[in-house]
């Protein structure tokens, strides 16, 4: 079973950085196409970034811009680089395959913008 462990979530002010980390298990990790999901407080998850096995990406317009997905086949790690982060963006983020691959979640790690 694939398991998803991401990481470099915490509390960055408004306009601020941050870069998350999703270490993925699984020998045929550079096969999978990815995704970056978000789920605020009484919101649905949404995917706001994906890659596939061939490094195109795609964005929700909400971030388009501001964030960079990126994979290391080498690592099985996917990243989601952020910048110019804005208070709406605080959420916990998860990785996952892209649906209908979808695997258990992981625990997610949360981002809170505040100043």
């Known amino acids: 079973q694939v398991q998803l462990v991401e990481s470099g979530g915490g509390l960055v002010q408004p306009g601020g950085s941050l870069r998350l980390s999703c270490v993925v298990s699984?020998?045929?990790?550079?096969?999978?196409?990815l995704g970056w999901y978000r789920q605020a407080p009484g919101a649905r998850r949404e995917l706001v970034a994906s890659?596939?096995?061939?490094?195109?990406?795609n964005y929700a317009d909400s971030v388009k811009g501001r964030f960079n997905v990126s994979r290391d086949n080498a690592k099985n790690t996917v990243y989601l680089q952020m910048h110019t982060l804005k208070p709406e963006d605080s959420a916990v983020y998860y990785c996952?395959?892209?649906?209908?691959?979808?695997?258990?979640w992981g625990q997610g790690t949360e981002v809170t913008v505040s100043s």
């Open positions: 699984g020998s045929i990790f550079r096969f999978y196409a």
């Open positions: 890659i596939n096995s061939e490094h195109s990406t």
């Open positions: 996952n395959r892209l649906s209908p691959f979808s695997e258990p």
